[in-house]
């Protein structure tokens, strides 16, 4: 059964970019968020292996969404990687204090991505 993974990112490109970084690694279920306020309605009826998202998006961001799924008892295992165009180590302590497992600086290196992918899903 293929591994499912939730991409919350409110840019097209760069969802499509994550999209076609993912598939080049193996075959997963993608599922696509606009946004934290869609993820939010998207977790509830999708058993998700592993959460991508952006932090600086419309409604709900990225931050707030990190800070759900990691407080929630049915998610806070899961996988959480934040890839954003907030580079500073305020940022990404910030992130990761707040439970994500891993954080990428856009643009990022596909093979990175691809690595954490493995490191998680296996």
């Not at 932090?55 to 996988?79: A, C, H, R, W």
């Not at 990404?92 to 690595?115: C, N, T, W």
């Amino acid at each position: 059964m293929a591994k499912k993974i939730l991409i919350t990112e409110d840019s097209p490109t760069m969802r499509s970019l994550i999209v076609s970084t993912l598939e080049a690694i193996g075959d997963f279920d993608i599922v696509e968020a606009e946004n934290g306020f869609e993820a939010l309605r998207v977790l509830p009826r999708e058993r998700v292996d592993l959460v991508i998202t952006d932090i600086n998006m419309p409604d709900i961001n990225g931050l707030e969404l990190v800070s759900f799924v990691k407080n929630n008892p049915n998610y806070q295992s899961t996988p959480l990687i934040i890839i954003s165009t907030e580079g500073s180590d305020r940022d990404r302590d910030k992130g990761m204090a707040l439970g994500a497992d891993a954080y990428l600086v856009k643009p990022f290196v596909p093979e990175q991505l691809q690595e954490l992918i493995k490191k998680y899903l296996g």
